[in-house]
């Protein structure tokens, strides 16, 4: 049984089986990042207030530092521009929000590319696969045995499976750390609404105050 037809194809399905790997170790590094990252938000948020209306700022910023994620961050960025103008506090809670978002979303790509070339290396496994089957077939004829001719065809069929195989959970991977970052995000925006509500609110009522002592 002739076994050279599986030559050109054994370097895609290696390329396939490493991208998978690849694959899977990102996927495994960002779900537990965005475990470490997702708070709740809710509890943090009212808690971090309450301590702020006391005026406790610095009980306020070691909290922000002692909890991981996205929105403590937002917070301890807000409470550090608490005394700029609201366009400036605003700059800098969008501008943290995007330094987050992008660091939740960093080697996303990679999953992303993986479901996206696996099934072209598969195809293009079998296509090379098919080509050296017509090649033998060509080389043997007309001595030809049915059974070199369907090694090959089985193997080129095979990186297709593999392909897919591949290809498939990484869609699913890509879609629930999307959806996993989505949520982070939510929280995120709300953090950020209710800060510069307190603040707004703060700001007016010292004001107000300032205007009476007047």
Not at 43 to 56: A, C, E, H, K, Y
Not at 86 to 98: H, M, T
Request: contains cysteine.
């Amino acid at each position: 049984m002739d076994f050279s037809a599986l030559r050109s194809i054994d370097p895609v399905m290696w390329v396939i089986v490493a991208s998978g790997v690849i694959a899977l170790i990102v996927f495994i590094e960002r779900s537990l990042h965005l475990h470490r990252a997702r708070i709740r938000s809710e509890d943090f948020v009212n808690g971090i207030i309450n301590i702020l209306s006391r005026g406790n700022v610095d009980e306020a910023l070691a909290i922000c530092d002692e909890t991981p994620g996205p929105v403590p961050f937002i917070f301890k960025t807000a409470i550090k521009h608490r005394r700029d103008q609201f366009e400036v506090l605003r700059a800098a809670l969008d501008e943290a929000s995007a330094g987050e978002v992008s660091r939740m979303e960093r080697r996303l790509v990679v999953v992303a590319t993986v479901a996206q070339i696996a099934p072209l290396l598969g195809l293009l496994g079998t296509i090379l696969g098919m080509l050296d089957s017509v090649m033998v077939l060509q080389a043997q004829a007309p001595l030809l045995q049915s059974a070199d001719l369907l090694v090959g065809l089985r193997g080129a069929l095979t990186t297709t499976a593999a392909g897919l195989m591949v290809a498939i959970p990484c869609y699913a991977a890509f879609n629930h750390l999307v959806v996993r970052i989505d949520r982070i995000v939510l929280d995120m925006e709300r953090a950020t609404t209710e800060v510069l509500s307190f603040i707004t609110q703060n700001a007016a009522a010292d004001v107000s105050e300032d205007n009476v002592n007047a």
